[in-house]
């Protein structure tokens, strides 16, 4: 043959072999997704309508395709050849968040997408150097720093709140309360990990534009899981989404460098008492007292999603439900009254809720059940293994759990599982993480629950000792 034959010859085998690499690949033995088509897989539906119209969340669409699979599993597959099962029967969840878990990581991919935030922090690492942070973190959370720091903090902050809502009350304008929950979880994680007076509540111009960039970056990085060449993408500035990350990403590392430069001139807190210990003190006990800017800049990161996001977001989600439900609103000033011991000027503390606030709470968790911060978490499949469901999950599969469905099988939450019901939590019936894997489950549960659950109790207790809300004309 002359040469050109052989290079038309190359060139067709090297198209055939990106084409091969490219195209979207079902997984073998699993109900796959109706939107699935060839080539694309289920990429162009997925983008369409969670990325580009905006129709539904990620949650939201992988929940209607399990009630299309009757709440079993279902599978997707995507350009460059990246396959999924998704899951949410609470056997399969245990299995891949406990009795499989070493299975189970955190995979590359995930890894690689949420590298500019996360880093190598808790959320976005497995193996030695997890188990590392894991147990250096956990000192943070115990029963007496929730007693002696996180009580107080969440108890002042709260009265700020109210302040706040006072002058709101006197307009007869809408209040975005989401905007106000996040500051206060925001100013309490900053005090309490970092003891930093943030004062975003007050209005503080700089820490209200990190807040803005880094929902920015939350919420714009999760395209490059439907972008195969995001990384290119990324390196070349190509796309409007890059760009607009690659700006944000300059505005929150701007602040964690701040962070970091404010806390080490200050010393940190008094050391003496191990009670008033913040997250930077531990962790730097845990180093030697050596500071490793990276390391330093995921912790601060990680913690600040940790602390600020999924506790903001639960609170509005409460106010939502009670808004809809005012009888629990009056359920919930009655036991304010009992626990502010009819002072409602003082700030709530740890023995004044300990034990004393079952709606608070039941309101709190039926909450995040209906709605979950986290609705959708995943893991990577890095040994062929074998759900409870009889799914066999090939190496290389992600595998999605969604809390979001879990939490409203009716199987195991009853027939009202769709309906805001605290009832249910005032039973004395203790339900399964697996179950209710809102605060995850397995080695990977959330070291903050506790303080999370405290931290709602209290802006809740605080907050409808003095008001009742309402919905705006029109509001669904």
């Not at 995930?110 to 590298?115: G, I, K, Y």
């Not at 996040?182 to 100013?187: A, I, K, L, S």
């Not at 460098?257 to 001139?265: I, L, P, R, S, T």
Request: aromatic share 12%.
């Amino acid at each position: 043959m002359d040469p050109l034959t052989y290079l038309v010859a190359f060139f067709c085998i090297g198209l055939c072999i990106i084409f091969d690499k490219l195209r979207a690949r079902k997984v073998e033995g699993v109900p796959c997704s109706r939107s699935f088509e060839f080539f694309f897989g289920t990429t162009r539906h997925q983008a369409r309508t969670v990325l580009k119209e905006k129709k539904m969340t990620w949650a939201q669409y992988y929940q209607n395709e399990l009630e299309q699979h009757n709440f079993t599993a279902f599978g997707w597959g995507r350009l460059g050849g990246k396959r999924g099962i998704v899951v949410c029967q609470p056997n399969d969840t245990k299995s891949i968040l406990k009795t499989q878990f070493a299975n189970f990581t955190k995979g590359q991919n995930f890894r690689e997408v949420f590298q500019d935030i996360t880093g190598d922090g808790i959320f976005n690492t497995n193996g030695d150097k997890w188990k590392e942070q894991r147990i250096t973190m956990a000192h943070m959370f115990n029963r007496r720093q929730l007693r002696d720091r996180m009580s107080t903090t969440f108890g002042n902050h709260a009265q700020d709140m109210v302040q706040i809502l006072q002058d709101a009350a006197s307009s007869s304008d809408p209040y975005n309360i989401q905007e106000l929950f996040y500051c206060y979880t925001f100013d309490c994680i900053n005090m309490i990990a970092f003891n930093r007076d943030v004062n975003s509540l007050k209005g503080v111009e700089r820490d209200c534009a990190f807040q803005a960039a880094f929902d920015t970056l939350q919420e714009r990085i999760l395209s490059r899981f439907l972008t195969p060449w995001w990384k290119i993408s990324r390196y070349f500035q190509l796309s409007s989404t890059e760009r607009l990350i690659s700006t944000s990403l300059s505005v929150v590392e701007s602040y964690v460098n701040n962070v970091v430069e404010q806390y080490h001139h200050s010393n940190g807190v008094c050391k003496d008492d191990s009670s008033g210990l913040t997250l930077m003190d531990i962790y730097l006990d845990h180093s030697g007292g050596v500071v490793d800017v990276k390391s330093s800049r995921d912790m601060i990161l990680n913690i600040i999603i940790a602390g600020r996001d999924t506790t903001g977001s639960a609170l509005t989600s409460c106010v939502e439900y009670l808004v809809q439900h005012p009888e629990w609103q009056d359920k919930l000033a009655e036991e304010a009254k009992t626990c502010f011991g009819g002072n409602t000027q003082e700030a709530l503390t740890f023995d004044d809720i300990e034990g004393k606030s079952p709606v608070a709470e039941a309101v709190f968790l039926e909450a995040l059940r209906l709605n979950p911060p986290v609705p959708v978490n995943e893991r990577y499949c890095g040994t062929s293994s074998l759900l409870p469901s009889g799914i066999t999950v090939p190496v290389g599969v992600y595998v999605p759990w969604v809390a979001l469905a879990t939490n409203r099988l009716k199987e195991h939450w009853g027939e009202d599982a769709e309906e805001f019901n605290p009832t249910r939590w005032m039973k004395g019936k203790a339900y399964d993480d697996y179950m209710y894997p809102t605060f995850n489950a397995g080695p990977r549960l959330c070291l903050g629950k506790n303080m999370a659950i405290l931290e709602g109790k209290t802006a809740l207790l605080t907050i409808f000792a003095h008001f009742r809300f309402t919905a705006k004309k029109g509001f669904k």
